[in-house]
């Protein structure tokens, strides 16, 4: 039973560009959370999708945006790179919105 | 707002010693608690997680956390650590909107 994927792993851009960060959900899970996780913090929730829709968010700016796909996929896209967002992005996957929450291991992104 | 402080920053520890690791949380309610641990590199584990019931939780590779309403804590213990388990440690309560929010994290170093 393959746990929550994530892809890529490492990511490397400049200021300005755009990112898509894309997660694939534990089997039977049908909501996907996103956090950043900055160096030497713990995660900050940035947004959670269930039924194709963005549920809940964290206190992050629009140019973080998200989508949510039939197959319960997900893409995490940031717009207008900074370097402060340079971070681990850290999906999780539950059985749903109420769930316990299973990370998969996460891509590291480098923006210069 | 519900939030979680992990006071150690860093610990060291013996093989073959006792662990603990402390996390307090600040919340109106029950608080649903977690642990979870990270290997260099890796994403988020769940060690284990606390909704109600008996306040002694049980988790994965040994660990075991007690909840402790007057002192609003969910330490974590482990009676002897083994080389592997030098890893950072997370502890995090769950919103009632379903997002977590995690503590800054201990950095467990085992010394042979």
């Known amino acids: 039973d393959a746990g929550v994927t994530q892809s890529p792993t490492h990511l490397i851009k400049t200021r300005g560009q755009q990112v898509t960060l894309r997660c694939s959900p534990k089997s039977g899970h049908d909501t996907v959370s996103w956090y950043q996780q900055a160096l030497g913090q713990g995660p900050q929730f940035i947004f959670q999708y269930y039924e194709e829709e963005e549920r809940q968010r964290g206190n992050f700016p629009d140019r973080f945006s998200g989508h949510q796909f039939p197959n319960y996929s997900s893409e995490l896209n940031v717009n207008a790179l900074l370097l402060g967002d340079s971070a681990l992005y850290l999906c999780a996957s539950s059985l749903n919105p109420r769930g316990t929450q299973y990370f998969g291991p996460g891509t590291r992104l480098l923006v210069l | 707002a519900q939030s979680v402080t992990q006071p150690d920053i860093h610990i060291t520890v013996s093989e073959g010693a006792s662990l603990e690791l402390r996390c307090n949380y600040s919340?109106?309610?029950?608080?649903?608690l977690f642990w979870y641990v990270q290997s260099p590199g890796q994403g988020l584990q769940l060690l284990l997680k606390?909704?109600?019931?008996?306040?002694l939780v049980q988790g994965i590779k040994g660990f075991e956390a007690e909840f402790k309403r007057s002192q609003s804590s969910f330490n974590l213990r482990k009676p002897s650590v083994h080389w592997s388990d030098a890893a950072e440690y997370f502890c995090a309560v769950e919103h009632t909107d379903y997002k977590l929010s995690f503590g800054a994290g201990t950095t467990v170093t085992v010394r042979a």
């Open positions: 919340y109106g309610a029950t608080p649903y």
């Open positions: 606390y909704f109600s019931g008996d306040t």
